[in-house]
């Protein structure tokens, strides 16, 4: 267990935060009460802060002195342990650090990069996929109702968002399925390395390895024969003579496939899931379309698909009466900042209606998810078909297991039954 000592109130029976603890991907939302009540700011004894209340995550958030760019850490103040091979020193690191996609990057880099990307990545191009979204939601869900027992990750909430991003970049149909091993190993692997094991190390940069040879020669055949896809716009997309390297339109891929599907797949899973433990709710989600689109930013809040988010302060700084240090790396917890009940009026109820829902389950600022509105036209498809086509529709399990993952918060399976 890694005991926190708080930053605002000394107490003799200190917070213990432990990302290894399976109740903080299993079920959080207690502790993160805990910790906004007794030390919303703290630091622990492996040496990060750890914020917790909406009003310091969204100060955070919005200040530039704090940078996306874990490479201005000072690890100095970490147990050994946790500190990883630099990247002088280590081939497969190097590696790591040269593709790390634009959120994990600052201005101008990040400017430039986000910018090339939207270029090729816009409303119109979203809303250009919602004919073929709704037909890839009633393939899934035909097939779903023909077995009537499913488990509704695996057949639902994950191919939904693979296929839709596949057919984005131009990824052929019989190439899909290599994805899931990958994605998996890259979502996991998100976390802060000081918080992964060598195995997850290695899985990620196995998955790394051969996503990038599988992508390279599928760039190499769009700048032969160039098509109407993501993939060949990032190839070629270019703004006052700057392009994307092989390297950054890498590192856009591997973005699109972890943050860019996992979050929606949490999203679709998890706000079902809140659904059938709400069963007002659901009716109201499933017999009135107005409501559509307050319910899933309430599922974004209620669920927060994304736990946390990260910043390294590049800046001596002062928030909520705490100061950090130039170096100081921070977990700022969004999803205990989703049920501050300074910010939300009784934090803990899932409410479709809720109005207004400032919640940060997307981020905020210059670093606000890009496929936002992809993720939101996905999940309200998928909820909207789904509760039509099976309106009896329930949970299968007296309970659901979670994965080990500290960021991407989403679960091993959700088993259900579409008949009821």
């Known amino acids: 267990m890694f005991v926190m000592s708080s930053a605002t109130e000394p107490t003799s029976d200190p917070v213990v935060f432990d990302p290894f ?14 910790i906004r009540e007794r030390a919303p700011i703290h630091r622990s004894e492996l040496g990060f802060w750890v914020v917790a209340s909406h009003a310091d995550c969204l100060a955070i958030l919005r200040d530039r002195r704090a940078s996306s760019d874990s490479m201005s ?18 081939p497969m690191a190097a590696g790591i650090v040269e593709m790390r996609p634009f959120i994990f990057r600052d201005p101008p880099d990040h400017t430039r990069l986000r910018g090339l990307v939207a270029k090729a990545f816009t409303p119109k191009v979203v809303e250009s996929l919602r004919e073929r979204t709704q037909q890839v939601v009633d393939e899934l869900l035909d097939a779903a109702m023909d077995a009537d027992h499913v488990d509704l990750v695996a057949e639902f909430a994950y191919p939904l968002p693979v296929r839709i991003i596949c057919d984005l970049l131009g990824v052929p149909v019989a190439d899909q399925d290599r994805f899931k091993v990958w994605s998996q190993a890259l979502a996991r692997g998100l976390d802060p390395d000081f918080l992964l094991s060598d195995d997850v190390i290695e899985a990620r940069g196995e998955a790394i390895t051969q996503f990038a040879q599988y992508v390279f020669e599928l760039m190499a055949e769009r700048r032969r024969n160039p098509r109407d896809d993501l993939l060949s716009g990032l190839v ?5 003579g700057t392009v994307l390297s092989e390297v950054e339109v890498l590192s856009t891929c591997v973005l699109l496939l972890t943050a860019g599907h996992e979050t929606t797949v949490n999203l ?48 001596d700084c002062e928030f909520g009466g705490v100061e950090f240090g130039k170096g100081d790396f921070a977990m700022l917890l969004l999803a205990s900042a989703n049920r501050d009940p300074v910010q939300f009026a009784d934090p803990e109820r899932f409410d479709i209606t809720r109005s207004p829902n ?24 998928a909820l909207s078909s789904l509760l039509r086509r099976a309106p009896r529709l329930t949970l299968a399990a007296d309970d659901v297991t979670y994965k080990s993952n500290v960021i991407l918060r989403g679960m091993e399976a959700l088993p259900v039954s579409m008949r009821g």
């Open 73 to 90: 850490m000072d690890t100095g103040g970490m147990p050994e342990r946790f500190r990883r091979p630099i990247a002088e020193d280590n």
């Open 21 to 34: 603890d399976p109740r903080w991907s299993g079920d959080p939302f207690a502790l993160y009460a805990e």
């Open 236 to 240: 070629g997309v270019e703004d006052g």
């Open 268 to 315: 679709i899973a998890g706000g079902t899931l809140a659904l059938l433990r709400h069963p007002d709710q659901l009716e109201e989600f499933r017999t009135d379309p107005g409501v559509h689109r307050s319910g899933i930013e309430e599922m974004l809040r209620y669920v927060s698909p994304v736990q946390l988010t990260t910043r390294t302060f590049i800046e």
């Open 358 to 381: 400032n919640h940060l389950g997307l981020g905020f600022g210059i670093h606000h998810c890009l496929g936002a509105p992809l993720a939101r036209m996905e999940t309200q498809l």
